[in-house]
């Protein structure tokens, strides 16, 4: 019996040993020839340039309005200026704000009424990243208009409700006040 456990244990290690041989690596099962990403890139540049058109035909149908190009690849105007005041939302700050969401056709998204009251940690907090820079442009008391190509709205995935995959939107903000954190904390 100790013999038959000692040939098993014997046949086991054989076994485990020749099946240890070594072995190539297995190749993929399909391979990339890099021409998805290079068609991507062309469907996308191809998206930016009908979203900056469609932006160009709203800033060229509303001549009496003075649009400001952002270094982020959005515009802009203001409904309502600050001249008074100098100071813009920086990093930590809180900004309290409204806004409303609207497609290029006009029609609302979202209603100001649906979105109030909005707090947002400048820098610190994830909301649409036109917003993220633009709230930085304002002072106290200002109402802007932005109008943002897809990829600094909700981009490809949209918001899963209301906002489509590719949509540009207008986006009307009227910053009421902001505080720096810290400040915020102590007051509460």
């Known amino acids: 019996m100790k013999n038959a456990s000692k040939i098993t244990a014997l046949l086991l290690v054989l076994v485990s040993f020749i099946s240890c041989k070594q072995q190539q690596a297995r190749m993929p099962v399909s391979r990339s020839s890099g021409t998805f990403m290079k068609e991507s890139v062309e469907r996308n540049k191809k998206l930016v340039a009908g979203e900056e058109a469609q932006i160009d035909s709203i800033i ?38 409204d806004y409303e969401i609207k497609d290029f056709d006009g029609n609302v ?70 505080k720096p954190e810290t400040k915020l904390k102590t007051e509460n």
């Open 60 to 97: 060229k149908s509303n001549p009496q309005i003075k649009y400001i190009a952002s270094k982020k690849g959005y515009w802009y105007h203001y409904e309502v200026r600050n001249e008074k005041d100098t100071l813009r939302p920086k990093k930590g700050d809180v900004a309290s704000f």
């Open 109 to 178: 998204v979202y209603s100001e009424v649906e979105l109030r009251p909005q707090t947002y940690v400048v820098d610190k907090q994830n909301i649409m990243m036109g917003l993220r820079d633009g709230i930085k442009l304002m002072r106290k008391n200002e109402k802007v208009s932005f109008l943002f190509p897809s990829h600094m709205a909700f981009g490809y995935h949209g918001d899963n409700k209301r906002i489509g995959s590719n949509q540009p939107l207008i986006c009307t903000v009227t910053l009421h006040d902001f």
